[in-house]
């Protein structure tokens, strides 16, 4: 496959690294529903976005199945009904993976807007199995929560994409 110009050529991708992102995003949701703000319906989903990245970038490691074992694990910790954000992180990744080649051509400000949709089709299915179960509606700011993750997209591509950056043998006379 042809780069698009100006793109890095990238390491590949360590499977402890992507393991131990997925595990830190899962961290990071359980410490912010928990102490930062509650089970605020606004809240984004860092777990989502760390999934659909790695569904971006790296789709022989992290498929569908990690997607619907993180979103078990998600849903036992919000003690939410058991598969609501398995299914929707499932879709997500299912989504993501259908994209992949396409999204890496454009810049991290397109890519936001390319992800936005599967942020909101994650949200969209949370909210349908809630309200079939017998919810009330949760509010409007449900729907800022994908605003905020296709916001979080760019930081969230630099910080997993660092590692990948660094040459394996720097050398002063190469030009890679």
Known sequence: MIMPRGQQLLLPANP?????SLLVALLLDMVQNIALFGNANWAPEIMAVVLVFWGIHQPLKVGIGTAFLFGL???VHQSSMLG?????????GFFAIMIHRRIL??????????VFPLF??????????RMSS???????GI?????????????????????????PNPDNTRPL
Not at 16 to 20: C, D, G, N, P, T
Not at 84 to 92: D, E, G, I, N, S
């Open 73 to 75: 694990l998600t849903d």
């Open 143 to 167: 729907f800022l929560s994908p605003v905020i993750q296709a916001l979080m997209w760019p930081l969230v591509t630099e910080i997993l994409l660092a590692p990948q950056k660094r040459s």
């Open 16 to 20: 402890l690294f992507v393991f131990f």
């Open 84 to 92: 609501q954000h398995a299914l929707a992180f499932t879709a997500q």
């Open 120 to 129: 909101i089709v994650g949200h969209l299915i949370e909210l349908t199995l």
């Open 105 to 114: 051509w454009f810049k991290l400000s397109s890519q936001s807007l390319q």
């Open 134 to 140: 017998g919810s009330p509606f949760p509010g409007w």
